[in-house]
Structures are given as C-alpha cells and as structure tokens.
C-alpha cells in the first residue's frame, strides 16, 4: 500500500548534523562516561521544565543523541530520514548487520557523505518489517527527507508492535486517514501530545525535541514491556480540554517568595468579604508549563484548577481560601492563603492531577502573631497661615514587631490595640477643623467653647480610634478653620499613641508640634523669592505657524486649549527659621475661592512672554506664563499680594527657544494589564450611566491605544469607574519639559494628534522586553496583533467558526507588549496577558 512505504522508522535521532558525530555510538565506554554530556550542558535545553530535562539526560546519557553543537542540541531542528533510521535502530533494539555496503533501495549508498553512516540502520528497519521506502516499488528511501509527525506516531506504534485492529481512529483532520489509528494510540499511551486543542498537526514535519521526547516514552515501553491502553481516559484529556487550555500541562512550580513575613492570625479581607488589593496579601504565585516550552497564563491557571487539573493543598497553620486559585483580582490564577492560626512548621503543595509525580512543595516558618511595636511621624514641627485653605497632614505610622506597617489586629488576636490622638492648643484661639483622613465625624475647635480659658478641657481634644479607622490610614488630616489668631499665633502639639485598651497600656507615641499664625503678623519674618524655569517654549509662534492661534501672544486661547505649554511662576515663601509656609491657598476672590497671590508678570522686552492665572494638575491656583517668539535673555518682574502690600520681584536672564516639539521621554501608566475577551466589562461614565463592553468584541473594534489602557485600571476588576481612573495611561515630554498626556477630568481624549506630532511609535514589542507569547510555534496558524499607523490595535484569532468570524475561544496568543518609542529610542512597555 502506498502509505505503508511511506513510512519511517521512529524514535529517537541521536545526532549532530555532521556524518562524523552519527558515528557508532551504542555503547558508551566507561572512560569516557566523564564526557558525556548532559542537558545543563546545552544552552536551548536550560529553560526546559526539569521533568523533560530529564528525559533529555537519560537520552544523553545512553548515547541515543548528541547536540549539533558542543552548546546547542537543537531542540527545533528538523530530522531528516537518515537520523532517524539509526535511532529508532537503537531505541527498538534491532539487530544491525554493521559490515553491509550495500543497500536494497537505490537512493542509499555507503559512499554518501551526508546520509551513508546511516545504511545498516535504514536496512535494519527494513527488515524489521518498519519501512518499505517512499514508493511503490519500494526502491527509494529518500534519506534526507524529514519525518512528519503522524509518520513518527506511526512507527512508534509499529516498532512497538501494539495493534491499531479496533482502536477508534482520530477525528482529527491535520491527520491523514491511514494515520489516525496510530494517532489514537499514540495520545492514549502519551508517547506524543497535541499541538493545540483537537489538533495533533499530522502533517507537521517533527522536531528533535519531538523526536526525543516521544523516543524516551517508547523506550520505556519497550523496557516495560507495556500494553497499549486503548480507549483510556487520555484521549478524553487531550481532546476535551476546557475553553482557553490548548495543551496539557506538564510542569508546576511555586513562587514562594511572599510567605517569609506569614504570621499567626495573617488576615487578608476587607469589610465586604474580597480579597483585599491594598495591603498585598499573600498570594502565592503558580508556574505551570507545557510542551514546547509552553507557559500558561494565570487565567489559564485558574481554568486548570476550576477543571480538576490542579490540585493545592496546605498543613501546618496555613488555611487556604476556597476556592484555594483566586479567580479575579490580585488573587487571579494564585494560591490565596485565607488566615494562617498557628506558629511554627506549615507547608503548600501544588500537583498536576493527570501527571504522575509532578507535584511542587515548599515549607515555610510561620512566625508569632504581629502586634504593634512603634509608631513614627512624617514631620516633628510645621507651620500654617490661618488663612489657608490647603488641607495638611501628620502621617503616623504603626510598625509592627517585624518593622512592617502595622494595619489592624488579628481576627485571633483579642486585644483592641488604638490609637489615642491627641491635639493639644498650647496657647493661642482655636483654629483648626478637620480635613478627612482618620476622622470619619468632622470636628472644628470653634463648635467648643472658647470662652473659658481657665478649663483645660477647652485645649484638648482626644480620638481614641482602631488603628485601621479612616481611609487614609492614620494620617492626621486639618486644615485651618479661617479664623484670626492672636499676634503671636496658635501653637499646638499632635500625638498618638498607641494603646492596648483592655489594660490601658501605652505601647508607643510621637509627637509634632504646630503653629499658626495670621498672615499679616508673620508677613515681616518672611522672605519670598520667585521660582520658574529659566528657559521656554515659543509656543505662541508654533501654534500660530500651525494656524491653531488667532495671534502669537492670544494668551485666552492658549491657557484654555493648549495649557500644557505653560509654565507655572510661583512664590516661595520661609519665614526667620527657615521653615516653608505654604501660600498655595491663602488668598480668595470675592466669591470666597482661592486664588493664585500673583497679580501679573511683566517683561522688559516685547513679544517674549504672556502670562495669565490658572491651576496645576492638583488644582491649586497658579500663574502661568508661555513664550510667544525666540528671545534671548530677558527679564521679568513678579507682582504678588502680601498683607503689606503688592510686592515686585525680578527674575533676571530668562529666554525663550524654539524647535520642532520633540518626545524625549515617554510613559505608560500601567506596566501590566490583563484583559480577558470573554468578560463583559462596565465602565461607569462620569454622569453615572454604565457602558457595557465584552471583551473580544472591544477588541474586534480595532480600539485606540489610549482607550485600550484604561482596562489597566483596578486592573482584575470587571466593574471599571471613570472618576477612579488615573490621570494618564500614556504620557510624553518633549525637549522643552512639556508634558503631553491622553485624560483629562478622568476622561480618555483623543491623543493621536499628540503622538504624531512628538514622532512618537507605538508598536507591539515583537523583539525587545516582552515579545509576544503564542500557545504554537507554526507561523501560520499564529494569531495576529499588530498596531497601525492611526494608533489603533488590530487582533485577529487564527480560528474561525464556520460563518468566518473570528474565534476567541480558541485564541493561541498569551501575551504582548504595547510598547513607546520615542525618537531617542527612549522606550515604555505595558505588557498585556490575553485571557478568555
């Protein structure tokens, strides 16, 4: 039949490519057993899981293969017919006629440079009835033709002499017909996996490391004697794989890295019963591989574990959460301690279920349950103007016996540990209220009565509160209440102490001091100086050349639209100690707003500077000042209120430069993303309406760059906020300093304008720090991601279903890199894991 002389020996080719390295090699002589090689030996063999490595030294070891280099064995290398003659000769134990020089097929000969080693091989498995050669007659061999892998199933069957009478044949269509017995039996017996879900890719010319791997299984069936499994539980495994799972795994490791600080009584919830994202709770991450180095991504992960493929298991003190993988969130695809209760011993463990032996554990100390130890303050003294409205704060920090931050007491842990604030006037009227921070009931001194000075219960306030009250962790926030204070001021002093109170006891404090003082009667102690840039843009004439300005100097247009091209002038003000006070906020328009204390700016020469008031990126009063045409040195002169009067200040040497704007600098936010194409995600828009987006249909979309990276954001979330979002997924800055980002008010604009104009690419990453991860390593059946000249993101899935649209259940890329590049070659990755 033709397909029978189609076939080819099997198992393993041992080999280099040169004839010299396929020399006889079947036994190994006890001298030289310090010079065989071993898989750490070959640089492409180092990152296999240790499993398969192995397997590869075994291999090693017994002379069944050699690298084609003394430091690469080749792993994805083609064999050719010649090779795999002598291996599975050698694998199979065929007898060996090593004086023959003459070969039954015409195409062999002995004086062959390349392929004439292998002639008793290729004889040997003629005779054992494995070949009948390529044609019909059976007179040619084809020695250096390569070996598919429906052919190396096929022999591997044969030379093992299992029977492929009543075996179901594989459905598959990679796979010939005279094949698909032998494919049966080949998954079934694990000698070889599939390639992806439902494809074996019988077609597909093999690999050495196909070669080896499948070599090993039939030798050890052949030492074991084995009988083939048919119709077994395998086939059901590598061809009903759930949804996003393309291959077995194989391998599994932990990242144990987090557990050093586990204490008795460890909690890791918030209020509502989620895993907590703030405090990083100990989530231990999983490495799980396939063939062909294949690396699953933590969804993947998850999916493995909800399906039965993973199994984890804790002892000692430890409690796993249930489900013991988290399936969103931090905890996505990772083992999630739920509360560690007790000290000492404890250890987590990790199987593959359909794998035996593969299992990882790791033991780790827990240690004694933490309690707090100390408390520290950001800032031992300040000084505020009565008249500021900018909120302020003293940061105390408990720390617990370990020097780490100190949160809130063990669910096991009995004792109510506090904190005891204290403000304490020490002289001067009350002015001071709260601003947020730990207190959650708003407070101001004037609701006291400030009359009765001879009580000292009027100067003290005390909050004795849990230590993890208030959403911004023990920060104690105030600001002034607007009140005049006395010529000398007020004067208080902050403390907290941390407290067990079920027996009073004072664990630990810190203390600040505060002073407040009316603006007028510090103003004679205070020094103010100018602070701007030296150099700036002309960014009156660029945008007038762009025709985006009515005139050079059109300051309205400019502070509104393109306010990004100002630079801030401010005042810095000390007063006789030293000390920076804060005038940011102090002085109000007539509707009670602040206002920025600049009143104009002035310089000496003509079409230089305009300037006009706004706010900067933290909404604080400002004065801003843009170039109009290229000037070189020039001065200004600063007018700005004070209590005593408008005061004017020179800054001396200014200039104003031009260029074509330019990235020097570019950035992303998120340096990590993960978006998975069947989720329905929801945005909810600023006014409060719901935008429904399913993730392969957002990215069938061909969505912009700057829109895609908002799922960044509470990244693991399916429930996205846009008044949560940050202030810029990607952001540029020119030569000049300028900085160029795509939010504003927490909405995603329109940034290709921006980006084209600063030369900035934007590119899937394909050689660089995250090139893209596929589940295949045939370049036709990749799917494909690629990012146009418009900035939009272009995902195509390789499969389809049968109306021709795209299918994302069957998607085979993991990951890629979103990645910025400016003309400096100054570059900024996102790397994006693909999930379903």
Not at 68 to 78: A, L, M, Y
Not at 437 to 442: E, H, L, Q
Not at 478 to 504: C, L, Q, R, W
Not at 516 to 537: A, I, R, S
């Amino acid at each position: 039949m033709k397909w029978l002389s189609s076939l080819l020996s099997v198992v393993l080719v041992a080999v280099s490519l040169s004839p010299a390295a396929l020399a006889e090699n079947t036994d190994v002589p006890a001298k030289q057993a310090s010079m065989v090689k071993k898989s750490e030996d070959f640089k492409d063999l180092k990152s296999l899981p240790q499993e398969e490595k192995d397997k590869f030294d075994a291999l090693l070891r017994d002379s069944v293969f050699d690298g084609v280099s003394d430091t690469t064995f080749g792993v994805d290398d083609k064999m050719n017919r010649a090779q795999f003659a002598k291996v599975a000769a050698i694998i199979f134990s065929l007898p060996i006629n090593k004086a023959l020089t003459k070969s039954s097929f015409t195409d062999v000969r002995s004086d062959d440079p390349a392929n004439g080693y292998a002639l008793p091989f290729i004889e040997a498995l003629k005779a054992a009835g494995l070949t009948n050669g390529v044609d019909e007659e059976g007179k040619q061999y084809n020695p250096s033709g390569t070996v598919t892998r429906q052919e190396l199933a096929a022999f591997l069957i044969r030379g093992l002499k299992w029977k492929e009478a009543g075996v179901k044949p594989s459905a598959d269509s990679t796979v010939d017909d005279w094949a698909k017995g032998y494919i049966t039996l080949a998954l079934e017996n694990k000698l070889m996996t599939q390639v992806a879900v439902g494809s074996f890719g019988g077609k597909v010319a093999s690999t050495r490391k196909t070669l080896a791997l499948a070599s090993f299984e039939a030798r050890r069936a052949v030492q074991t004697a084995a009988t083939p499994v048919t119709g077994g539980a395998a086939t059901a495994a590598s061809t009903t794989l759930p949804a996003g799972i393309t291959v077995l795994p194989t391998s599994i490791q932990l990242d144990m890295d987090k557990t050093s600080t586990l204490s008795v009584g460890d909690k890791y919830y918030d209020a509502d019963g989620r895993i907590s994202t703030v405090w990083q709770p100990p989530v231990i991450a999983l490495k799980v591989g396939g063939p062909n180095n294949y690396e699953f991504s933590i969804s993947q992960i998850e999916t493995l574990y909800s399906n039965g493929y993973i199994d984890v298991s804790a002892t000692g003190g430890i409690v796993l959460d249930n489900p013991a993988i988290g399936q969103s969130s931090v905890g996505l695809g990772k083992i999630v301690i739920k509360e560690v209760t007790a000290e000492g011993e404890a250890s987590i463990s990790a199987k593959l279920t359909h794998v035996n032996d593969v299992a990882v554990t790791h033991t780790t100390q827990v240690k004694a349950m933490r309690v707090p130890a100390s408390v520290e303050v950001n800032s031992k003294e300040m000084v505020v103007l009565a008249e500021n409205d900018q909120p302020q704060s003293f940061i105390f920090n408990v720390k617990d016996q370990y020097g780490k931050l100190f949160y809130a007491a063990s669910a096991l842990d009995s004792t109510p540990y506090m904190i005891n604030y204290k403000l304490e006037r020490i002289s001067g009227q009350p002015s001071l209220q709260s601003a947020g921070g730990v207190f959650s009931t708003p407070w101001d001194e004037q609701m006291s009565d400030p009359t009765d000075a001879a009580d000292p219960t009027k100067h003290v306030q005390t909050w004795l509160l849990p230590i993890e009250e208030g959403g911004d962790m023990n920060k104690f926030l105030f600001k002034t209440n607007h009140m005049p204070v006395g010529p000398e001021g007020s004067e208080y002093k902050i403390t907290a102490t941390v407290v067990n109170k079920t027996t009073d006891q004072e664990i630990a404090s810190a203390a600040s001091n505060l002073k407040v003082y009316n603006w007028k009667d510090l103003d004679p102690k205070m020094t103010y100086e100018v602070d701007v840039n030296g150099t700036h843009f002309a960014a009156g004439k660029y945008l007038f050349d762009k025709k985006l300005l009515s005139s050079d100097n059109d300051i309205d247009t400019m502070n509104t639209k393109y306010s990004y091209y100002g630079k801030e002038v401010n005042i810095i003000a000390t007063d006789d100690k030293n000390r920076r006070i804060d005038i940011t906020k102090v002085l109000k328009d007539e509707a009670n707003k602040p206002i920025s204390i600049i009143q104009s700016i002035t310089p000496n020469k003509k079409d230089t500077v305009v300037s006009a008031p706004g706010v900067n990126v933290a909404d604080i009063p400002v004065y801003k000042m843009y170039g109009v045409q290229p000037t070189e040195l020039f001065d200004i002169d600063v007018a700005f209120y004070t209590p005593g009067g408008v005061k004017k200040l020179p800054k001396r040497q200014l200039s104003v430069e031009y260029a074509e704007p330019s990235t020097k600098a570019v950035a992303l936010k998120n340096i990590a993303l993960s978006f998975n194409l069947n989720t329905v995600y929801e945005i909810r828009k600023m006014d409060g309406t719901i935008e429904k987006i399913k993730g392969s249909d957002y990215l069938a979309s061909k969505p912009y760059v700057w829109d895609f990276l908002r799922f960044g954001d509470n990244n693991g979330q399916d429930l996205k906020d846009e008044s949560q979002f940050f202030r810029y997924f990607i952001q540029s800055t020119d030569q000049f300093g300028y900085k160029y980002q795509n939010t504003s008010d927490s909405k995603v604009k329109d940034f290709s304008n921006n980006l084209d104009l600063l030369k900035i690419k934007v590119i899937v990453d394909t050689e660089d720090k995250n090139p893209p991860k596929w589940s295949v390593k045939d370049e036709t059946l990749k799917d494909k991601i690629w990012i146009d000249d418009q900035f939009r993101i272009h995902y195509e899935p390789h499969a389809k279903k049968a109306d021709g649209s795209f299918d994302y259940s069957k998607k085979n890329l993991q990951s890629f890199s979103i990645e910025l590049v400016s003309p400096t070659l100054q570059r900024s990755w996102c790397n994006v894991t693909l999930n379903y």
